[in-house]
């Protein structure tokens, strides 16, 4: 599980690098459009929208990726707890029970 978590948490931190230099490129693109007086008014709005959606994509992988981690942690506990009940001393087992 921790191979697949890294390997999904390398995909949203490439696109959040990705949307970065996107919203780099917008910042560039105004400028041009407002220093030439050119008619490329859409190249600032294209590109400010691309880095909106990379950084939604970016979320929703970043949310399936906690999805998986807890799942881990979950039964990574179950786990634990499964040999603290087969391997736990009468003496610790009797002191719970009584708490």
């Keep these: 599980m921790a191979t697949l978590r ?3 948490l390398q995909r949203p ?3 959040f690098y990705s949307a970065l230099g ?3 490129a917008t910042s560039i693109a105004i400028a041009f459009v407002v220093v030439s007086g050119s008619t490329y008014v859409f190249l ?3 590109t400010g929208i ?3 959606c990379l950084l939604f994509y970016a979320g929703i992988t970043l949310i399936y990726e906690a999805r998986i981690s807890l799942q ?3 039964g990574e506990m179950n786990f634990i707890w499964h040999l603290a009940e087969l391997h736990a001393p009468n003496e610790l ?3 719970t029970a009584n708490q």
Excluded: L
Aim: glycine share 4%; proline share 5%; aromatic share 4%.
């Design 93 to 95: 087992e009797e002191h």
């Design 72 to 74: 881990t942690v979950n």
């Design 44 to 46: 600032p709005i294209i």
């Design 13 to 15: 931190i490439v696109i």
């Design 22 to 24: 996107i919203f780099v």
């Design 6 to 8: 890294a390997r999904i």
């Design 50 to 52: 691309s880095g909106a």
